[in-house]
C-alpha cells in the first residue's frame, strides 16, 4: 500500500489566486471536500512561511470535535504551500485513541502555470507517520474528496 495519495488536476484560476486562498487558513472551511473542518483559531488566519503554525477546529464521527495544529513545511509564494498536521494538544483524544501519536503526515499543494489557469497537485502523505496504530486510520481522506477540495478552491479564486 502507498504512503500517499496525490490528485493532480488543471484548473481555470491563476496560480495567485489559488495561493492567496490556500495561504488563508481561515477560508479552508470553505472548499473542504472531507467536511472535516470547522474553522480556525484566532491567529491562524494568514500563513507567511515555513515555521508559521495554525490550529484548525475540526469534527468527525469517530472522534467528534478536536483540534489540529498545522506546521507549515513548504511556502514558495504563488507556486507551493504545505503543513505538517498533529493532535492539539497531542494527549487530546486519549479517551478515543488511546496513545496514539496522532503526527507525522502532510498536505502539500503545488501549483504550476498552464496557459491561463494552473496545474494543481495535492499531496497528502503519511509516510512519517512513525505510530503503527496511527499509520491504520490512512488514508483519512479520498482521492475523490481532494479532488472536491481542489474544485471548490478553483470556483472560490474565479
Not at 473542504?32 to 490550529?55: K, N
Not at 509564494?77 to 504545505?82: A, D, L, S, V
Not at 483519512?140 to 477540495?149: G, K, L, N, P, R
Amino acid at each position: 500500500m502507498s504512503d500517499q495519495q496525490t490528485v493532480t488536476k488543471t484548473v481555470d484560476a491563476s496560480p495567485e489566486q489559488m495561493f492567496a486562498l490556500l495561504s488563508r487558513p481561515e477560508r479552508h472551511t470553505e472548499f473542504d471536500g472531507a467536511g472535516m473542518l470547522r474553522g480556525v483559531e484566532p491567529g491562524g488566519e494568514q500563513v507567511t512561511g515555513t515555521g508559521d503554525e495554525f490550529v484548525m477546529n475540526m469534527e468527525n464521527d469517530a472522534l467528534g470535535p478536536y483540534q489540529m495544529r498545522n506546521v507549515v513545511t513548504s511556502y514558495e509564494e504563488n507556486r507551493k504551500i504545505g503543513w505538517a498536521p498533529s493532535m492539539y494538544p497531542m494527549d487530546a483524544q486519549k479517551d478515543k485513541i488511546g496513545d496514539v501519536r496522532a503526527t507525522g503526515h502532510t498536505w502539500t499543494w503545488e501549483l504550476e502555470p498552464a496557459g491561463s489557469g494552473t496545474k494543481v497537485t495535492q499531496v497528502y502523505d503519511w509516510s512519517g507517520v512513525q505510530d503503527q496504530d496511527f499509520r491504520g486510520f490512512f488514508p483519512m481522506v479520498s482521492e475523490d474528496q481532494m479532488s472536491a477540495t481542489i474544485d471548490k478552491v478553483a470556483n472560490a479564486a474565479t
